[in-house]
């Protein structure tokens, strides 16, 4: 299997530029998730899918920042226009989240979009 | 505010060297704690999970522990190898909150020859 796959692995944009980051989740999993990861810490939740619906958008920036997930599948992950201080990796993970089995709700995570802003 | 605190940020052992990460948290009510290993460049992966009635669980040479009456956690790395240089990750998920995990700021291992 696959995993969860991102792209770009990285990118390199000027300030005021857009960017857009793709993740295709691990088949099967109801549950995606965008982090944004800076240098030395742990990943920041910008938004969390459950199927098609976002449940839980209360982190992401909504003036610049945008996402969406097709048919319950594939997710964009979009900054327009970016900023010197969005320079992070942008983590993408999956999960099937079922109540009262916490085993099966455990995060798999992509390798990660790293954008650097000049 | 649920939080979770990991320490050390940072640590430097010999390879063969055992060691230990400590993890705090605040989540309530709790439900599982996971910890994560995130090696440069990719992203995290699950080490192990624990509910509330498990005080210890091993994968390998890590074992991870956990005082739910204190809200305490650590992972030991045992006979540690080079391979282990990575960042570890502790998150905790409350029980009644949908999805929501809370993650610490991971500690950065770094194992030397």
């Known amino acids: 299997e696959a995993g969860v796959v991102q792209s770009p692995r990285y990118k390199i944009i000027e300030k005021k530029q857009p960017v857009a980051f793709w993740c295709n989740p691990i088949?099967?999993?109801?549950?995606l998730y965008w982090y944004r990861q800076n240098l030395g810490q742990g990943p920041e939740l910008l938004i969390r899918y459950e199927n098609e619906e976002a449940v839980d958008d209360s982190q992401l920036p909504k003036d610049r920042f945008s996402a969406e997930r097709l048919k319950g599948v594939d997710s964009t992950l979009k900054i327009q226009p970016a900023e010197l201080g969005d320079s992070a990796v942008y983590l993408c993970a999956s999960s099937f989240f079922g109540v009262g089995s916490p085993g099966a709700n455990v995060l798999t995570f992509g390798a990660g979009s790293r954008l650097t802003v000049l | 505010k649920n939080q979770v605190e990991q320490s050390p940020q940072s640590l430097i052992i010999l390879e063969g060297k055992n060691c230990t990460l400590q993890c705090n948290y605040t989540v309530s009510p709790f439900s599982n704690l996971r910890w994560y290993k995130q090696d440069t460049g990719r992203g995290p992966v699950s080490l192990t999970i624990m509910t509330f009635s498990e005080n210890t669980k091993s994968n390998g040479r890590y074992t991870a522990t956990l005082d739910a009456d204190t809200k305490q956690s650590s992972l030991h790395i045992t006979a540690s190898q080079l391979s282990d240089s990575a960042s570890y990750i502790c998150?905790?998920?409350?029980?009644?909150?949908?999805?929501?995990?809370?993650f610490g700021g991971g500690t950065r291992l770094m194992v030397k020859p």
């Open positions: 088949s099967g999993h109801n549950t």
């Open positions: 998150v905790v998920s409350a029980v009644n909150a949908g999805n929501m995990l809370t």
